[in-house]
């Protein structure tokens, strides 16, 4: 069908007595860069595996353009997987391995050199072509195994946590690089990660995965501003689940709702007025921490319970925030930043 790159249909997949992917049904644009995020164990690697055909659903089917593949092996799917440890061939020059693929298939040696370099172009490693694997550096190695997968030109890219062995400052310069070759190259990415910080920085959509189902799908506003369970809300960021009144004063309905941190102002100040169409919470600060550019204080309520919440550093003076470990503050936000979790 036109516009759908992958159709899950309640897929399954157990290993004995494990079950890793416990009945998943999804859709993937075209042209998407969408990214499978959950805790170890949640089922993201085997979903991945099964798209690509390493592994055979014990019900389900998969469809890739249309077409059902869930019989087919894995070079009968126009999908290419990057695995995490890159697996280059060490003894082959960068150009080699980039072009491998292509050789495989018989094309032509002048078209495979012409199709390795352009595909060396597009990740930014020009000129690195005669190099071996080890006289690269590890995001330079990334970007290699990358490329391989680009120059076939599949309709699908899978990528399991590539970036999970880079430092952290090459990861984030990665995070961003990779998108751009993705909106670039308009191929669709299926990105597997743990980490919520990259999902929610390099995604069209998100799935979050919660012991081998899909606890929601959606942009990575979605997923932050109204998460659908309360694992949503803890594993996306930081959640602060309350209870009906206390989060929201006005309507009050029964339920569970979840303010973000950066949402709740923290008054020192007890005479300073509530707002309207605000809520209000007193309490003890219980930790307070400085983290440059914000402060983070934990705030133990009277009613009982703990909030979290998140202050921009705007004044220098923020840097001695020891002093507010044990003061007495109020809590406020707005009614719209309580948000009710469906229940
Ligand atoms: P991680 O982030 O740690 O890679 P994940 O979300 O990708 O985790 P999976 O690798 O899909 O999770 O594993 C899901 C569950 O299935 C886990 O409990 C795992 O131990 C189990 N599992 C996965 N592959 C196999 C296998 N080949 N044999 C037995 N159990 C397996």
């Known amino acids: 069908m036109e516009g759908r790159a992958i159709r899950l249909q309640g897929l399954r997949k157990s290993f004995g007595d494990t079950t890793a992917v416990a009945g998943v049904d999804l859709e993937i644009r075209d042209g998407e860069f969408f990214s499978m995020l959950g805790p170890s164990g949640s089922g993201k690697t085997t979903v991945l595996r099964l798209v690509a055909g390493f592994e055979t659903p014990d019900r389900g ?16 799917r126009d999908v290419h997987t ?34 390795a370099r352009k595909a060396l172009a597009e990740v930014g490693l020009e000129g690195y072509g005669p190099r071996r694997p080890a006289q690269l550096s590890g995001g330079q190695r990334q970007r290699v195994a990358l490329a391989r997968a680009l120059v076939g030109r599949p309709r699908v890219l899978l990528l399991d946590e590539p970036l999970g062995a880079l430092d952290l400052k090459l990861r984030e310069r990665m995070q961003v690089e990779l998108k751009a070759i993705q909106r670039e190259v308009g191929i669709t990415f299926v990105f597997v990660t743990h980490d919520q910080e990259e999902a ?49 004063r006005i309507t009050g309905s029964p339920g569970t709702y979840n303010i973000r941190p950066e949402k709740i102002r923290v008054l020192k100040d007890a005479a ?43 004044e220098t003076s923020s840097a001695d925030v020891a002093a507010y470990r044990g003061t007495r503050v109020r809590l406020q936000w707005h009614h719209r930043h309580a948000v009710r979790l469906p229940s």
Request: hydrophobic content about 40%; proline content about 6%.
């Open 61 to 76: 089917r998969i469809e890739l353009a249309g077409q059902d593949v869930t019989g087919l092996a894995p070079f009968e």
């Open 82 to 115: 990057v695995f995490q440890d890159y697996a280059l061939f060490p003894h082959m020059t960068v150009e080699q391995n980039v072009a491998y693929g292509l050789k495989v298939r018989r094309v032509p040696k002048a078209e495979r050199l012409v199709r």
């Open 200 to 248: 929610l920085t390099m995604s069209d959509r998100i799935a979050v995965l919660d012991r081998g189902r899909i606890a929601q799908v959606g942009t990575p506003a979605e997923i932050y501003e109204r998460p659908a369970t309360p694992f949503v809300a803890s594993f996306v960021g930081t959640s602060n689940l309350l209870e009906g009144e206390a989060a929201h």
């Open 272 to 314: 300073e007025p509530d707002e309207p169409e605000h809520t209000t919470a007193t309490g003890t600060v219980a930790e307070v921490v400085y983290l440059g550019d914000a402060t983070r204080f934990l705030v133990d309520l009277d009613g009982g319970g703990r909030l979290t919440a998140l202050q921009q550093n705007l």
